[in-house]
Each structure stands twice: as C-alpha cells, then as structure tokens.
C-alpha cells in the first residue's frame, strides 16, 4: 500500500468530498486515495489549525507538507497572510489546486518541493503537521533545516502525538530552539518552535 508522503502512480484515483466549518467559515475539501486523512479533517490537524488562529500570525506563511490543502487553505482565508504550500506527493498539489479554488483561496501558492529543496525564500511562520512516518533521522533533518527558512523573530508550530515521540523530539530539539506548548488534547501536542 503507497503511502501519503510517495508518488504512487499505481494506486486507483477515487475522490471524496467533506466539509468542515472552522470559526463558523465552511471549507469544502476534495481527497483522494494516496493522501492522509482521506475522509475527515484530523483531530491534529484542526488542533493545530485552531491554536495557531489564537496566536494571531501575520505576513508570509509555509505550509509543509500540504497534502490536499486544508492547513494552509483555512490558514489563508482566516488570516491577512500569503501561504505557499508545499509537498511531494503531487495527486495531493493537485487536490491542493482544486481545494484552493474551490474555497475561492487567493493568497496561496501550490508547488511540489522534495522537503525544503525548492523553496526559495523564508518564512515569518512555518506551521506543519508533520509526515512522522518517514522516521525519525529524516523527521529530524526537517526540522534541522526548517530554522533556514525562517525570518527573523519567525515561529515553526507542528502538531506531534505523545505517542508518537511528541516529548522526546521537544528534548532533542530544545538546544536548538525556544520550545513552548502551546495546546494538548488527546495525546496531540501543539507545539511552537523559535530560533534560540
């Protein structure tokens, strides 16, 4: 079975729709198999989403690791802010694309980038849920490279399960950078990342 963060040419297209409404704004979204989170919006994801419309984020903002768009789409119409997406996978950019368009989303920009390799610019806010299955030696060299493709004063925010290593990558990374916590709910960490 492909996963969300490869391109599968093999695996059979069949798209769904469903909607989520976030601070009473109705998102329409269409997936597809080979994406994450096919059927719903994921309890991170909105955790993420939610906390971060708290912190009141302004000007240019990266979504990585994008899937079919939801993250950066709600981000963009909720806020003043500019949201570059970004994946791999490209049936997701192309679900990204549509799912812009379709909540008539005119401050974002969808492109295929093989982690940061193709981003040229830096960010005042990276906001991700992240793709942990990738393990963690590559998970980490992400978020090694993510603090190059920040602007000064700029904040990563992610989303991390306890059980899937949420405390001992805030451990691993505090030398690196300002961690808080920002928000907890079901074992899911919203967590916030600033240069030190």
Same mark, same amino acid.
């Given at each position: 079975m492909g996963?969300?963060? %490869?391109?599968? #040419?093999?695996?059979?297209?069949?798209?769904q #729709?469903?909607?989520?409404?976030?601070?009473?704004?109705?998102?329409? @979204?269409? &997936?597809?198999?080979g994406?994450?989170? +096919?059927? #719903?919006?994921?309890f991170?994801? =909105?955790?993420?989403?939610? &906390?971060?419309?708290?912190e009141n984020i302004?000007?240019?903002?990266l979504?990585?690791g !994008?899937?079919?768009g939801?993250?950066?789409i709600?981000i963009?119409k909720l &806020?003043n !802010?500019?949201v570059?997406?970004?994946?791999?996978? =490209?049936?997701?950019?192309?679900?990204?694309?549509l799912?812009?368009?379709?909540?008539?989303?005119? =401050?974002t920009?969808? @492109? *295929?980038?093989d982690s940061?390799?193709?981003v040229k /610019? +830096?960010?005042?806010?990276?906001?991700?849920?992240?793709?942990?299955? %990738?393990? =963690?030696v590559k998970?980490?060299?992400i978020?090694?490279?993510? /603090?190059n493709f920040l602007?000064?004063n700029?904040?990563?925010?992610?989303?991390?399960r306890? #059980?899937?290593?949420? +405390?001992?990558f805030?451990?691993?990374f505090? /030398?690196? *950078? $300002?961690?808080e916590?920002?928000? +907890?709910?079901?074992?899911? *960490?919203?967590?916030?990342? $600033?240069?030190?």
């Amino acid at each position: 079975m492909g996963h969300y963060f %490869i391109n599968d #040419e093999n695996l059979v297209s069949n798209i769904q #729709e469903f909607s989520v409404s976030i601070q009473n704004c109705l998102f329409r @979204f269409k &997936t597809d198999n080979g994406v994450f989170s +096919k059927r #719903e919006l994921d309890f991170g994801s =909105k955790l993420l989403i939610e &906390t971060v419309l708290k912190e009141n984020i302004q000007g240019e903002v990266l979504d990585f690791g !994008c899937g079919y768009g939801a993250i950066g789409i709600i981000i963009s119409k909720l &806020t003043n !802010c500019w949201v570059d997406m970004i994946d791999l996978n =490209k049936r997701a950019l192309h679900l990204a694309n549509l799912n812009s368009v379709a909540n008539k989303c005119l =401050k974002t920009n969808v @492109f *295929y980038s093989d982690s940061f390799s193709l981003v040229k /610019k +830096k960010y005042d806010v990276i906001i991700s849920n992240p793709p942990i299955r %990738i393990g =963690k030696v590559k998970l980490y060299n992400i978020f090694r490279d993510a /603090k190059n493709f920040l602007k000064e004063n700029g904040v990563i925010y992610l989303v991390i399960r306890k #059980e899937q290593g949420a +405390k001992s990558f805030m451990k691993d990374f505090s /030398k690196l *950078y $300002k961690i808080e916590v920002l928000n +907890k709910s079901k074992g899911f *960490y919203i967590i916030s990342l $600033k240069c030190c």
